[in-house]
């Protein structure tokens, strides 16, 4: 089945504990993203990748980091959470090759940074 | 600056009524113009798309209508089921080359018995 896979579902974390949320697709896809969703600000992109070591920032990437070291994975890192973190992350992936342009997202993972 | 705007926020319709989730861009350069269906709990999941050199496209229950001219979209959903209660992104994004997708804020849809 064609997917894509975020680990933790839900994480409860202290302030400053580094922390890694895992994103792992299996459909080939070239281009990778990740976008936390925050109630009345919609889905907002946090860091994105077109292709293995090719990472760029999206509109809020303060205080995250990325990696892409294999096609298949892109894992999002939090250095020092902070409250302000605490949201629903969304990691998704799209093919670059016509006609499937359409993104596919993990089932999210909840993050409390208290 | 928000490049989608999305309206309205939240929307309540009765079983079988019409409702319309309405879209607009500032970016001319944007070409493809999908909808996302988020259901609680869940990630958001593609539901149509349109381009920019058909003015409507119909999936099932599903219309998206599109004016290039006023750079505005919306979603129509006909014969609404409870089941279609659920959250609705607008996107936009440039189809060629490596662009990202900008949504809207959504709209959270509930649809009465």
């Known amino acids: 089945e064609a997917q894509v896979t975020q680990n933790p579902r839900y994480l409860i974390t202290v302030t400053g504990k580094k922390l890694t949320v895992t994103c792992s697709q299996n459909m080939n896809h070239e281009y990778m993203s990740w976008y936390r969703q925050d109630p009345g600000l919609g889905l907002r992109q946090i860091y994105y990748?077109?292709?293995?070591?090719?990472?760029d920032k999206g509109d809020v990437p303060e205080g995250y980091k990325v990696s892409r070291k294999e096609k298949r994975n892109f894992p999002l890192i939090l250095e020092s959470p902070s409250p302000n973190q605490t949201s629903l992350y969304f990691c998704?992936?799209?093919?670059?090759?016509?006609?499937?342009?359409?993104?596919?997202f993990g089932s999210g993972t909840r993050l409390t940074v208290v | 600056q928000q490049q989608v705007k999305q309206s309205p926020q939240s929307l309540i319709v009765q079983k079988g009524g019409i409702p319309i989730i309405n879209c607009a861009y500032e970016n001319t350069a944007f070409d493809y113009f999908p909808w996302y269906q988020q259901f609680p709990g869940k990630g958001p999941a593609l539901l149509i798309a349109?381009?920019?050199?058909?003015s409507e496209k119909k999936e099932g229950r599903f219309t998206i209508s599109f004016n290039k001219s006023a750079k505005q979209f919306s979603l129509h959903i006909m014969d609404s089921q409870p089941g279609d209660s659920a959250t609705y992104f607008c996107?936009?994004?440039?189809?060629?080359?490596?662009?990202?997708?900008?949504f809207g804020k959504g709209t959270m849809l509930l649809v009465s018995p």
């Open positions: 349109i381009r920019p050199d058909v």
């Open positions: 990748s077109m292709n293995v070591e090719v990472t």
């Open positions: 996107a936009a994004s440039v189809e060629f080359g490596y662009s990202t997708l900008t």
């Open positions: 998704a992936s799209r093919s670059d090759r016509a006609p499937n342009y359409g993104y596919t």
